[in-house]
Structures are given as structure tokens and as C-alpha cells.
């Protein structure tokens, strides 16, 4: 029995897709070009606010100190290692961003919990906050 339901769903969802593609042909045909425009510009304009999107994004990500960094003696590759960490990013995608090898990262790792004195990302994330070496956007405004 559940054979035959499967067996006529299948048909009938072949004979769906058939018709529709044939009306989809009659359609094409019918429509003016402005219509086609149109369909155009809104996907790009969906492109647009997904690319906008993504670039508000990025720019809410945390913010650096530089000066209360050189104070702590961070040099500028700990300070951008410093700043993927806080931004949630694992070991091999901070290597990644940064198109050096894991085991560097994990040096410059390293030598960052070092002079923070610390020992976990989450607190020289923290440690960085308190430090004002790091500050979110939220206190930037």
C-alpha cells in the first residue's frame, strides 16, 4: 500500500514539475523586459544589504589601544593577535587570518598570556579589557 502512495506521489510531483516548467516557458516569453529589470534589481539590491550587513559587522568588532598597548610592550602582531582572540576566533583561524603557521600563533599566543600574566584566552581577553588595551565598540559611541 505505502508502495503505491510513493509510486503516485512520484508521478504526480513529475507531472507538477513538467507543467511548471512549461508555464514557466509561456511566461518568459510573454513578459516585457522591464518586468526582467525589475528582477534584476531587486536581487541586487538583496546583495547589497547583505554586503552592507556584513561590513556593519565587522566594523562592530572589538577596538584596539595601541598607545595603553605600548605601555604593556605588545608588539603589533600580539596586538592583532590579541584582537581575533577577543573576536572569538580559535587558533587555526587566527592563523589563518593572519596567513602565518598555527605554531606561530600559538608563540604569539604564547608570549601574550606571558605578558599579561595570564593563562587562558578568556582572561587575557578580559585582562586586555581591564587594561584598557582592548575596548568594544558599545564604549567607543
Do not use: C, W
Amino acid at each position: 500500500m505505502k508502495r503505491s502512495y510513493l509510486l503516485y506521489g512520484a508521478v504526480a510531483g513529475i507531472l507538477l514539475i513538467i507543467l511548471e516548467a512549461i508555464q514557466y516557458k509561456a511566461i518568459v516569453r510573454d513578459l516585457e523586459i522591464e518586468v526582467f529589470g525589475a528582477v534584476i534589481a531587486v536581487l541586487f539590491m538583496g546583495i547589497g544589504v547583505y554586503t552592507g550587513v556584513q561590513f556593519v559587522k565587522r566594523e562592530q568588532s572589538n577596538h584596539l589601544n595601541k598607545s595603553a598597548a605600548k605601555k604593556y610592550q605588545l608588539s603589533d602582531r600580539e596586538l592583532e593577535v590579541l584582537q581575533l582572540l577577543a573576536d572569538g576566533l580559535s587558533n587555526q583561524e587566527i592563523a589563518d587570518k593572519l596567513f602565518v603557521s598555527l605554531n606561530t600563533t600559538k608563540t604569539h599566543l604564547s608570549n601574550l598570556y606571558s605578558k599579561l600574566h595570564v593563562k587562558r584566552r578568556t582572561q587575557a581577553v578580559q585582562k586586555a579589557r581591564e587594561m584598557s588595551i582592548l575596548t568594544s565598540p558599545e564604549s567607543t559611541k
